[in-house]
């Protein structure tokens, strides 16, 4: 549906309706259906699409963190569609004082709870840091990277290798949990950018300083410190390796044959030899 056909349908709409107005990166295949007041009725969609809602008095932003057929209710609320989340991500290591709300720290959190991990055990921990003097340690634990205590919030993913390994054994407690804390942390990021804010992820630092400031009790493995809050930078979009060189078709090193659907995407290239 063309975003001048949805103004030609609100143009006839009663003014306590709600309808879908307009789509970031529509879907053609995205047909909403009115039922009544305050209610639309969507078909199967992919994770994130956005849908503006308006009536006549106020515009809301809605979806959850994903759709399927079947109504929602005008109050869901999410900001960005995923792929412009994706591409408008960028590693921030300077923060306003700006506090980051209430409300969207429990957003993160809601979409963190719902990412997938081995078995689905949820082998980690995420402890959510607010407090200056540990922010100062997680900071003295990064090495002195001072951008950590000055976030407004600190994200801490801990692996639980305890928990996979009774399920999983040797791999569950070497991997499955540490990739299940990574899954989550890439989950708080793109979360965190879809609400107006910004992160960097934080590999670097001393893994047993960390997990003293934050608690974590003897074999929980921190994996990423995330710090988030409202930019205080602009950062430039970094080169990005040729898609040849990562993408391949049933066997490594056979390029997959692509080509970019949206060039907005596109990334100047680097040619970086391991």
């Not at 959510?128 to 205590?149: C, E, H, N, R, W």
């Not at 300083?209 to 934050?214: F, G, I, L, N, S």
Request: charged share 25%; glycine share 6%.
């Amino acid at each position: 549906m063309k975003q001048e056909d949805l103004h030609a349908i609100w143009a006839q709409t009663r003014p306590s309706d709600f309808l879908v107005l307009s789509l970031t990166n529509s879907n053609p295949f995205f047909t909403p259906t009115m039922v009544d007041s305050g209610t639309v009725v969507l078909p199967d969609v992919t994770i994130g699409e956005q849908a503006i809602v308006h009536d006549q008095s106020s515009v809301m932003t809605s979806s959850s963190t994903s759709l399927s057929s079947g109504a929602f209710s005008a109050e869901c609320r999410v900001k960005m569609d995923y792929f412009e989340a994706v591409k408008s991500r960028h590693s921030v290591r300077a923060f306003q004082k700006k506090p980051v709300e209430e409300e969207k720290i429990r957003r993160i959190i809601e979409a963190i709870n719902l990412a997938p991990s081995a078995g689905d055990l949820q082998a980690y921990e995420v402890i959510v840091v607010k407090d200056p003097m540990l922010k100062d340690k997680l900071a003295k634990a990064a090495l002195g990277q001072g951008y950590v205590s000055e976030a407004p919030v600190c994200f801490v993913f801990v692996a639980y290798p305890e928990r996979s390994s009774k399920k999983y054994g040797r791999r569950g407690s070497e991997l499955y949990c540490i990739q299940d804390a990574s899954i989550v942390t890439t989950y708080a990021m793109l979360a965190a950018t879809a609400l107006g804010l910004s992160s960097t992820w934080v590999g670097a630092f001393d893994e047993e300083a960390a997990a003293r400031a934050v608690g974590a009790t003897k074999g929980k493995r921190p994996v990423a410190i995330l710090p988030i809050g409202y930019a205080a930078e602009s950062p430039e979009s970094t080169p990005r390796r040729p898609v040849s060189d990562i993408a391949f078709l049933d066997t490594s090193g056979v390029p997959y044959p692509f080509s970019f659907t949206d060039k907005s995407f596109e990334r100047p290239t680097r040619n970086l030899k391991p």
